[in-house]
């Protein structure tokens, strides 16, 4: 059979896999529902240093840290992040998400702020874009590593 100009064409989509640091019960649950129902990997942690070795260990492009986690808060996650060899999207949790927190999260280096109650589409959109930044960044280091070589 003939292909036509118009034919469909569907590349694999790379998984997604996203670390949450939270100590909140209902943040958890919701997010595991979220993960589930987009079919995310999710691992949890529970503290600042937790949530980097699970990034490291399970080269995680996404990282969603609450806002006023013990240990450091988001601030000592982004720090920690920065250490590993490729550094994942850090999005910071709050229920109480300002303009104020939001440009903080930009200028120190973080992707986005959600919102918590976590909201299904609003995780989707911003967790995918994360993952889409991270994967072009690699690409672009891979190619710049490809090139020096």
Not at 36 to 43: A, H, I, N
Request: some cysteine; glycine content about 8%.
């Amino acid at each position: 059979m003939a292909s036509t100009p118009f034919e469909l064409v569907l590349e694999p989509r790379p998984a997604v896999s996203v670390v949450l640091a939270s100590q909140s019960e209902n943040d958890r649950l919701s997010l595991r529902m979220i993960c589930g129902f987009y079919g995310f990997s999710l691992y949890e942690a529970g503290s600042c240093r937790e949530a980097v070795a699970l990034a490291g260990r399970h080269h995680v492009p996404v990282v969603i840290c609450e806002r006023d986690l013990p240990g450091g808060g988001w601030k000592a996650v982004l720090e920690g992040l920065a250490g590993l060899p490729q550094c994942p999207r850090l999005i910071v949790s709050s229920r109480m998400a300002d303009l104020y927190l939001w440009a903080d999260v930009l200028d120190l280096g973080g992707y986005d702020v959600l919102i918590t109650p976590f909201d299904v589409k609003e995780v989707a959109r911003v967790v995918s874009r994360a993952q889409q930044a991270a994967l072009r960044e690699e690409g672009l280091t891979a190619m710049a590593s490809a090139t020096a070589g």
